[in-house]
């Protein structure tokens, strides 16, 4: 076997050669300022002046510069991440809320981490252990529960911040950003009577858990103040997916005297129940009306396109990302609430009750 000879310099593969990483020296000297400064006005801090800081920044940039994140995350105890915690993922609804979310800790610096529990008081544990231990410096909750094993009270949390999106659970003391789920069902339910149903369906969230049970209460409290009575076997409970939409709408039309109407507690679960009234042979609106909640990005394209409750998701995002952010920079543990605007939109799964 003929052994090769070394390569000679400059013959064969070309040897690939270390550039140096710029750092705040390097943008110290092309900006005509001190590091100091630098680090300052990279830290966004508040005492470099606007014109500086965008010198300094227009540095970084010509020069490529990357902050390293795991010292300036040392230096200053933090680890510049928030935890988003859902119940699951694969639900659109939660697109938007990310989008408003993320928009807004970009822009102060934080990188959104996304936890989805499934519903698992386990897996939900392993979400307030990754706040406790200091891997996420706040969380965005959006799940109907805390886990009885970490009482937002107790000594192990410290003063994380927490802020509960779009959930209610009660007595928690935390921070809240919703909408009045009270009213708006109550609005979808008074559209169905409006157009002349009596016999109103509904399928609704996890009860008991609060969010739940308040589009229920709504739904209820709209028939009872227009006269009418509810039999039991025209309510059923889901779990917010589309196939407990279907299992749902399913029980409830197999009644004796089935309604001419279904308010569901949100889009998904309507998709489902649309498609189980197919499967029926029942025509939607011509033989059953049917309303959710949410307004999904897709509800506009479905067949026929969803009247529905809308959220304004994004800007709820937002909120809720900047009502955090307020929480991490001050440590205050009294809660803060707000409560965001919803819209009626309506369009073809909604019509008059067809006459005898």
Do not use: W
Request: charged letters at 25%; a neutral charge; hydrophobic letters at 40%.
């Amino acid at each position: 076997m003929e052994v090769g000879h070394p390569a000679k310099k400059g013959e064969g593969r070309p040897v690939a050669t270390m550039v140096a990483r710029p750092n705040i020296k390097d943008i110290a000297r092309l900006a005509g300022v001190s590091t100091a400064t630098v680090s300052r006005a990279l830290s966004d801090s508040g005492v470099v002046t606007e014109a500086t800081r965008a010198k300094v920044h227009d540095a970084a940039r010509k020069l490529n510069y990357r902050l390293n994140v795991r010292a300036r995350n040392l230096r200053i105890q933090k680890s510049m991440a928030v935890l988003l915690v859902v119940r699951n993922m694969a639900n659109p609804f939660y697109l938007d809320i990310f989008k408003g979310v993320e928009g807004i800790a970009r822009a102060a610096g934080y990188v959104v981490l996304m936890g989805n529990t499934e519903d698992d008081a386990n897996r939900e544990i392993e979400y307030f252990d990754m706040l406790r231990d200091g891997h996420a410096d706040g969380m965005i909750l959006m799940t109907g529960n805390l886990p009885q094993e970490h009482q937002v009270l107790d000594d192990r949390f410290g003063s994380a911040p927490i802020v509960v999106a779009l959930e209610a659970i009660e007595n928690c003391g935390l921070a809240h950003v919703d909408v009045d789920n009270r009213a708006a069902s109550r609005t979808a339910v008074r559209h169905l009577l409006d157009l002349g149903h009596t016999r109103i369906g509904h399928i609704a969230g996890p009860v008991p858990e609060v969010l739940g049970q308040l589009r229920l209460d709504g739904f209820r409290m709209a028939m009872a103040e227009a006269g009418h009575s509810v039999p039991s076997c025209h309510e059923a409970v889901g779990d917010y997916s589309i196939q407990s939409g279907r299992r749902c709408c399913r029980r409830i039309f197999e009644s004796e005297t089935p309604p001419t109407a279904l308010f569901v507690a949100n889009d998904e679960m309507a998709f489902g129940a649309i498609g189980e009234l197919r499967d029926m042979g029942l025509r939607v609106p011509q033989d059953v009306s049917v309303i959710g909640f949410d307004d999904l990005f897709v509800s506009d394209s479905f067949s026929p396109p969803l009247t529905t409750i809308r959220q304004p998701c994004i800007e709820i995002g937002r909120k809720t990302m900047t009502m955090l952010i307020d929480l991490m920079g001050s440590g205050r543990r009294s809660p803060q609430m707000c409560q965001m605007p919803t819209e009626l939109v309506v369009r073809g799964s909604t019509a008059p009750l067809a006459q005898a």
